[in-house]
Nanobody, 118 residues
C-alpha cells in the first residue's frame, strides 16, 4: 500500500505562483507513475500532470507551458510548480500514485485546495 500526503495549496491572486508537494510512504519502491489531478466544484476529476519513474512528464493541454511536474525518487516526492495561475485553476488538487506491482490501481492523497482570485 501507498500513502500520499500533499502540501502547498492556498490562496493566490491571478498571475501568481504556487508549488505543491506530495510525499509518498509505504511500498514506495513499487511506484512507477506519480501525478497530480484536480477537481473543481461540479466537475469531474481530471489529470493535470504525471511523471514516469524515468522522469518523462505528461501534461494536460490546459496547463502546458505554465505548470511543471518533477519528482525526487530518493525521497519519493512529487512536485507541481504552478505559474501564471488563473481562476480556472481553482480546484482541489490530488496527488496520485500508480505501480505495475499494484495492478495500476490508483492511490490518492487527501487533496489540497488551490484558490486563485481574480
Amino acid at each position: 500500500q501507498v500513502q500520499l500526503v500533499e502540501s502547498g495549496g492556498g490562496l493566490v491572486q491571478a498571475g501568481g505562483s504556487l508549488r505543491l508537494s506530495c510525499a509518498a510512504s509505504g511500498s514506495i519502491f513499487s511506484i512507477n507513475v506519480l501525478g497530480w489531478y484536480r477537481q473543481a466544484p461540479g466537475k469531474q476529476r481530471e489529470l493535470v500532470a504525471s511523471i514516469s519513474d524515468g522522469g518523462i512528464p505528461n501534461y494536460a493541454d490546459s496547463v502546458k507551458g505554465r505548470f511543471t511536474i518533477s519528482r525526487d525518487n530518493a525521497k519519493m516526492m512529487v512536485f507541481l510548480q504552478m505559474n501564471s495561475l488563473s481562476p480556472e485553476d481553482t480546484a482541489v488538487y490530488y496527488c496520485n500514485a500508480k505501480g505495475r506491482s499494484f495492478g495500476w490501481r490508483d492511490f490518492w492523497g487527501q487533496g489540497t485546495q488551490v484558490t486563485v482570485s481574480s
